[in-house]
C-alpha cells in the first residue's frame, strides 16, 4: 500500500549548540542547522530514508512556508500544497553543551480558517487504498475532531488510518471510526485516561482500547525503556537498544515512520515493532533534529530483545 502522510501544522525546525543556556544575557549558538519539520513530515522523511515512497502534504503559510517548500523541495517525496494565510511556524531547538540538556521551544502556530481545514478534508477524500498517516498537532482553528473526521473518510476508502497526536485531538480522534494504529506516548496516554501509569498499567491500557475498537494496533513508546504494543492477539514489550542519546527530537515521529513503512513492505506487525523501535533509538543518536539513517536501524534492530 502507498504511504500518504500529512502535516497539518508543520514546522521549520532551528537546531544549535551553546555553551550554556541562560537568561538575560546573549545566548552565542554554533553549529546551526535547519529541517523540515512536523510530525507528518518526519514520517515522510523516516519512509524515503527506509528506501519507501512516501507521499507528502502539507499546510505551508507565509515566507516561512515558502522557506519549508524550499527545504522539501530537495527530496524526492511527492509534494502537495495548501497554501493558508497563517505562516509557518519556526521550532528552536538548543542543546547546552555544558549539561547536554536540550532546551526547545515550539510556538503553537497561528490560526488557520475553517475553510482551509475543510480544504485538507476533501483531498483526502481523494485518496483510496493507503496508509494515511495523520502526525503531529492540529493548527488553532481546526476542529478539535479533525483527525476523527480523517479516519471517516479513510476507512470509507479502503485506507489505514494512523494517528499521532496529543491532548483534545487524541481524544477526538479516537472517538469515532476506529483507526488503524495509534502511538501515545506514556505521558500522553496517561492525560488520554486521566490517570498516572505505572508500565503494566499502560498495557492494560493499550489492550483496553483495542478491545473496545478504538484502534487495531495501539503502541506506547516509554522513551528508553522501549514501547509497548498492543493488537488482537495480545501485548508485547521490547525494551529500547541502549545508545548514547544526543537528541530526543523526532524519536517518536520515526518510531511511526518505520512501522508504518515496514507494513507496508508486507512485514507483519510484531517485526515492524522491532523497525519501529530501531528507528526511534537510532534518531536519539543523531544530533539536533537530524533524524535516524538506515545503516544505524539495521545495525540496532538487531539487538532488540523482547521484554519478560
Request: negative net charge; hydrophobic residues 45%; contains cysteine.
Amino acid at each position: 500500500m502507498r504511504i500518504f502522510t500529512m502535516a497539518l501544522n508543520p514546522t521549520l525546525d532551528v537546531s544549535s549548540d551553546a555553551d550554556r543556556v541562560q537568561p538575560t544575557h546573549k545566548v552565542r549558538t554554533r553549529n546551526q542547522r535547519l529541517h523540515p519539520g512536523g510530525g507528518g513530515v518526519n514520517v515522510a522523511r523516516v519512509v524515503l530514508e527506509l528506501g519507501g515512497s512516501p507521499e507528502l502534504m502539507i499546510l505551508s503559510g507565509g515566507a516561512t512556508g515558502a522557506l519549508l517548500e524550499d527545504a522539501l523541495g530537495r527530496l524526492p517525496i511527492p509534494l502537495e500544497l495548501l497554501h493558508v494565510k497563517s505562516p509557518t511556524r519556526i521550532a528552536t531547538m538548543v542543546r547546552e553543551e555544558q549539561t547536554g540538556l536540550e532546551y526547545r521551544f515550539v510556538p503553537e502556530g497561528d490560526p488557520i480558517s475553517e475553510r482551509e481545514a475543510l480544504a485538507a478534508l476533501q483531498r483526502l477524500e481523494t485518496v483510496s487504498d493507503a496508509f494515511v498517516v495523520a502526525s503531529g498537532s492540529l493548527p488553532p482553528g481546526a476542529p478539535v475532531d479533525m483527525y476523527a473526521r480523517m479516519a471517516a473518510i479513510a476507512r470509507k476508502n479502503n485506507c489505514r488510518f494512523v494517528l499521532d497526536t496529543s491532548g483534545p485531538a487524541l481524544a477526538a480522534g479516537l472517538s469515532g471510526e476506529p483507526v488503524f494504529f495509534v502511538k501515545p506516548s506514556l505521558s500522553e496516554m496517561e492525560a488520554l485516561i486521566g490517570a498516572t501509569l505505572e508500565k503494566a498499567d499502560a498495557e492494560a491500557a493499550a489492550l483496553e482500547l483495542v478491545g473496545k475498537g478504538s484502534a487495531r494496533y495501539v503502541a506506547v513508546t516509554l522513551g528508553a525503556d522501549g514501547a509497548i504494543l498492543a493488537g488482537p492477539d495480545g501485548a508485547i514489550r521490547l525494551a529500547s537498544p541502549k545508545v548514547e542519546v544526543r537528541s530526543a527530537v523526532g524519536s517518536g515521529d520515526s518510531f511511526v515512520g518505520a512501522f508504518v513503512w515496514a507494513l507496508s513492505e508486507e512485514k507483519d506487525s510484531a517485526d515492524a515493532f522491532r523497525w519501529a523501535i530501531a528507528a526511534g533509538a537510532a534518531t536519539a543518536m543523531t544530533s539536533g533534529t537530524d533524524l535516524c539513517r538506515r545503516g544505524d536501524i539495521e545495525s540496532l534492530f538487531a539487538r532488540i530483545t523482547a521484554v519478560t
